[in-house]
């Protein structure tokens, strides 16, 4: 690893410039999945979403375009964000890397997959509803007025064959276990990945 430094707006929180420093970029490659590489790539995506070096907005984030690309983006944010974000305050570098994390492309799939059932869990009760497999549903088919969306009808038909097939202990709702048996067999894990 050379010893070079890369020009960094807004490593540790303050609003003033510093710089990304190879320990730096060995700190993050320890604390999370990314590599070198990928964290050299991400600092570039970072820089190019702060226009005004005091870090990055949740807006900003969501224009990262490996989420706002990504059909489950948008549900994704919502998790990644840290409360400080939410209450408006800025994210950093490091904050933005840490957050991003179980996208890495090495994280583990059991990591992503956790965090994925997370997203779609709205309201927190650790189990998959019908309204939460309504929204994980509708984000991996066609938007309503393109082509090959779902009615309203044909959704709640999807659901309900989803809940008879893989609601194993029959309340209505699906399990962490039972969630990964539903979307073993589609690319809904590769949308937890970043294309770096």
């Known amino acids: 690893r050379s010893s070079q430094t890369l020009p960094l707006a807004v490593m540790e929180g303050s609003s003033t410039a510093s ?13 999370t999945p990314f590599t070198e590489r990928e964290v050299k790539t991400l600092w570039k995506e970072f820089l190019a979403l702060d226009v005004d070096h005091k870090g990055l907005t949740v807006d900003q984030m969501g224009e990262l375009p490996q989420l706002k690309y990504n059909v489950i983006g948008p549900q994704l944010l919502s998790v990644v964000v840290s409360d ?4 408006g305050q800025r994210i950093t570098f490091k904050e933005f890397i840490l957050s991003l ?34 929204r ?17 009808k044909t959704l709640e038909t999807v659901v309900e064959q ?4 893989a609601d194993l202990d029959g309340d209505g709702s699906l399990t962490y276990d039972e969630f990964v048996k539903v979307v073993e067999g589609t690319d809904f894990y590769s949308k937890l990945s970043l294309n770096l």
């Open 162 to 165: 989803i809940l008879v097939e």
């Open 84 to 87: 400080k974000a939410k209450k």
């Open 19 to 31: 710089t990304l420093t190879s320990s730096d970029i060995d700190e993050l490659c320890v604390r």
């Open 136 to 152: 994980l549903v509708r984000c991996l088919t066609p938007p309503e007025g393109l082509p090959n969306a779902l009615e309203q």
């Open 101 to 134: 994390a179980v996208f890495a492309p090495e994280a583990r799939r059991e990591t992503k997959l956790k965090f994925g059932f997370k997203a779609f869990d709205t309201d927190n009760d650790s189990a998959l509803g019908r309204l939460d497999l309504m």
